[in-house]
């Protein structure tokens, strides 16, 4: 299994699966069809040397709509510095598209698992500044943007009472940070392994559903076949039935027709 798909095993240094699937629903789990499905990829690089950065990327695709995006974060080792919002040594941002599935906790999801990660594996070092900058959010949802980064633990400097900009403190580091569990209220996690089992079995199922119903359209074609031509006979059946005294005149006056002619021949 490991050779084949390695992919879909556990990884030690990011804590979970390489491919999920992630169910999510609108406020909580349920049985109804979730809001979106989606499919994640981890991809993780260790790097030998100490001039480049090892990475973690987060990639995602919406498979019941057209929409993909990624997530990035980076240890330097020569700055003992880690950056949960981007792959390289200059400073990112972060992005949650398509606009439709923002506030279904997925970004706090996938964000949760950039600190699980940092801090299984560099939980000594220190968090590499984070800028916001007002143009990265609408005053509608500036607050949570604000309280997306605060819930892990990040404390940040604003530039005035709006919280519209700012930077984060000054060493923080990877230890202090929290990881949260909020997303678990309406995100489940499948192993695409048991997803696509699943799938294989509804498939099945429903074409033994589609075998049936072909088997049981068959027999009752057959039986309005039947009872059409049933019931043409007994139509015909009845006609003469209720005709038989005129039919029976018609017999006569033919027969004797036939006599005087055959007289006459």
């Not at 909580?28 to 040397?49: G, M, Q």
């Not at 072909?214 to 015909?236: A, H, P, R, T, W």
Request: contains cysteine; aromatic residues 12%; hydrophobic residues 40%.
């Amino acid at each position: 299994m490991s050779k084949l798909l390695p992919s879909m095993n556990k990884n030690d240094n990011i804590l979970s699966p390489n491919i999920l699937l992630l169910n999510v629903y609108k406020d909580e789990i349920t049985d109804e069809t979730p809001s979106f499905i989606i499919l994640l990829e981890k991809k993780e690089v260790k790097t030998l040397d100490n001039f480049t950065l090892d990475t973690l990327t987060i990639s995602y695709r919406v498979l019941n709509m057209n929409g993909s995006g990624w997530f990035g974060a980076s240890y330097n080792k020569r700055t003992d510095r880690v950056s949960i919002t981007s792959e390289s040594t200059y400073a990112g941002a972060i992005f949650l598209d398509p606009d439709k599935i923002r506030g279904y906790r997925i970004g706090t999801y996938i964000m949760n698992q950039i600190i699980s990660w940092a801090k299984h594996n560099y939980s000594s070092a220190k968090l590499e500044t984070i800028f916001l900058y007002q143009v990265q959010a609408t005053p509608e949802n500036k607050e949570r943007r604000n309280r997306f980064y605060e819930q892990f633990g990040i404390k940040f400097n604003y530039n005035n009472d709006k919280k519209e900009e700012g930077k984060s403190c000054n060493n923080i580091f990877i230890n202090q940070l929290n990881t949260v569990e909020t997303w678990k209220k309406n995100i489940r996690e499948e192993m695409i392994i048991d997803f696509l089992a699943d799938s294989i079995k509804t498939i099945n199922f429903k074409k033994n559903e589609i075998s049936q119903l072909v088997n049981g359209n068959k027999i009752l074609l057959n039986e309005i076949d039947s009872y059409i031509k049933e019931s043409i006979f007994q139509f015909f059946l009845r006609k003469i039935k209720s005709n038989l005294k005129t039919i029976i005149e018609i017999v006569i006056v033919l027969f004797v027709i036939l006599i005087i002619l055959k007289n006459f021949i």
